[in-house]
């Protein structure tokens, strides 16, 4: 039986010394790219806590906005209480989706929310 020769392969022991290092090297580097990818998080960084699931409802239409929310909204990233769906819905367009919240997210934006729910009614 003939074999082929392996042209690509080194024919020095330094040279296959070389080529076992790089593949290591290799594999290390995948190993630190998937533990470095972004991935969803399971933990809130604000509050510290684990996050839980929950099916909340996909709200289409122009959403309103409170004055102050968008910067105040970091304090709650996880406050989710709806999805925004967009403009247009179709019959099929799904009602609910399933998301990731924080309960002490949830407090803070229905306080912040409460407050500001004051303020209108005193300028008012």
Same mark, same amino acid.
């Given at each position: 039986? =003939?074999?082929?020769?392996? *042209?690509?392969? &080194?024919?020095?022991?330094? %040279?296959? %010394?070389?080529?076992?290092?790089?593949? #290591?090297?290799?594999?290390?580097?995948?190993?630190?790219? #998937?533990?470095?990818?972004?991935? &969803?998080? *399971?933990?809130?960084? @604000? !509050?510290?806590? %684990?996050?839980?699931?929950?099916?909340?409802? @996909?709200?289409?239409?122009?959403?309103?906005?409170?004055?102050?929310? !968008?910067?105040? *909204?970091?304090?709650?990233? =996880?406050?989710?209480?709806? @999805?925004?769906? %967009? /403009?247009? *819905?179709? &019959?099929?367009? &799904?009602?609910?989706?399933?998301?990731?919240? /924080?309960?002490?997210?949830?407090?803070a $934006? #229905? $306080?912040?929310?409460?407050?500001?729910? #004051?303020?209108?009614l005193?300028?008012?």
């Open positions: 039986m =003939n074999s082929k020769k392996l *042209s690509f392969l &080194p024919k020095t022991k330094v %040279g296959i %010394g070389f080529v076992c290092a790089l593949v #290591a090297l290799t594999g290390l580097m995948l190993v630190f790219i #998937a533990v470095r990818w972004p991935r &969803p998080s *399971s933990y809130c960084k @604000v !509050h510290g806590v %684990g996050l839980k699931s929950d099916w909340v409802p @996909v709200i289409y239409g122009e959403p309103g906005y409170v004055p102050g929310y !968008h910067q105040a *909204s970091k304090d709650f990233p =996880n406050g989710d209480t709806k @999805v925004e769906g %967009g /403009c247009v *819905s179709t &019959p099929d367009s &799904p009602k609910t989706q399933l998301i990731s919240f /924080c309960k002490a997210c949830r407090k $934006k #229905a $306080k912040w929310l409460k407050a500001r729910a #004051a303020v209108y005193r300028e008012i």
